[in-house]
């Protein structure tokens, strides 16, 4: 007897765990077909019985969750099919997730169109009772940004800068020919270039991705540059063989990019391109490592300017000159009563100041350039 009851036990187990899905459809609710491209859940419906089944549009290679979990009003069991029919092909099956009665299916998509879901309370059955349906598609992209900065960057010498202690939109390039190949990169199609300066010494990681307006992902690809003493000094030396400090070209769309031991005040350039050739945006931010960047670079230059009067009649006045932030070293000329342009580079750091002298009395406008 002892052992009878062993078997029988075995059985209800087996009976239990033995569904591949479940059959019970009654009525389609919500009406209509749901499509959704956010990464968040959303709700279907509040209010779903157990055999009521809805339909929903997939994207092939798109990962889609649906799910009961935080609702508890009975025990769940969710049935995937394909197509929008009560006869479809099984194509998932769950009967309780890690959140006690309830559950999740979690699916990628081998095809593009429509599948149904059923919600059945265990086991198999239908009910009359409110249970709150969510669903999301998690590998689709956020959502497309307001707006994007920059995208006239797509030469070193134009290149953007940017710091990693802030999450950027940077508007991607289209149209602009190919370099060739540079480094890892086998073809460098549509050229976005930055740069960065490093304001504490250490490890730095910095995570890339690229999609399209839409949202949708996109491959990015990457070419990273350094160290050098100063940006100006930077874009002339780099060509198709210039060895890289990290460099990836893949089919993702995402690339961490790594900067292993940089030590604060140097330099380094990013090559990033869009293979796809779609327009949208390219999200970058700091995600690892100890070191930080220079975010001064980003603001505008700013400038001071303090002038000394002549002494009399027939002398001559000085303006002395200070700048800050954009990318140093910055070139002085000045217009006016008289006008001048040194040449080269007047102030080579934001500790230094230069003096322009021997004005006559009048009015000036002094032009920096960094």
């Keep these: 007897m002892k052992n009878l009851y062993i078997i029988i036990l075995l059985g209800l187990i087996t009976a239990k765990n033995g569904y591949t899905q479940c059959s019970n459809y009654e009525s389609n609710y919500p009406s209509g077909t749901a499509s959704t491209t956010s990464n968040s859940l959303t709700t279907v419906n509040t209010c779903m019985y157990g055999g009521e089944y809805t339909y929903f549009n997939v994207t092939a290679g798109e990962t889609y969750t649906w799910t009961t979990c935080g609702d508890s009003d009975f025990d769940t069991q969710l049935t995937l099919t394909q197509g929008s029919s009560t006869s479809g092909a099984n194509l998932a099956f769950n009967d309780d997730d890690n959140c006690d009665t309830q559950s999740t299916i979690t699916w990628t998509a081998t095809f593009t169109g429509t599948v149904t879901l059923l919600v059945s309370q265990y086991n198999c059955s239908s009910n009359s009772t409110c249970m709150t349906v969510q669903w999301a598609c998690t590998s689709c992209g956020a959502p497309p940004p307001a707006g994007c900065i920059g995208g006239s960057n797509n030469t070193c010498a134009a290149a953007d800068p940017f710091c990693t202690g802030t999450a950027y939109n940077y508007c991607n390039t289209t149209g602009v020919a190919s ?121 505008p230059c700013k400038s001071k300017a303090t002038k000394t009067n002549p002494i009399c009649n027939g002398g001559t006045g000085s303006i ?48 920096i350039t960094d």
């Design 179 to 299: 370099m060739g190949a540079y480094s890892c990169l086998g073809s460098t199609p549509n050229p976005m270039w930055m740069y960065l300066q490093i304001s504490t010494s250490g490890n730095i990681d910095i995570f890339i991705e690229q999609y399209k307006n839409n949202g949708d992902d996109i491959d990015v690809d990457f070419a990273l540059y350094g160290p050098y003493t100063d940006f100006a000094s930077a874009c002339p030396a780099i060509n198709e063989s210039t060895a890289t400090v990290d460099c990836s070209f893949s089919a993702a769309s995402t690339e961490t990019a790594n900067i292993t031991n940089a030590v604060a005040g140097q330099w380094y350039i990013m090559l990033i391109t869009n293979y796809n050739g779609a327009a949208g945006y390219i999200q970058f931010s700091q995600t690892g490592g100890s070191g930080a960047t220079n975010c001064d670079i980003i603001d």
């Design 320 to 367: 002395l000159i200070a700048a800050t932030n954009g990318a140093q070293p910055y070139n002085i000329s000045w217009s006016g009563t008289s006008s001048g342009n040194p040449g080269g580079n007047e102030i080579d750091s934001t500790a230094e100041t230069y003096t322009i002298p021997s004005l006559a009395a009048g009015n000036y406008v002094v032009t």
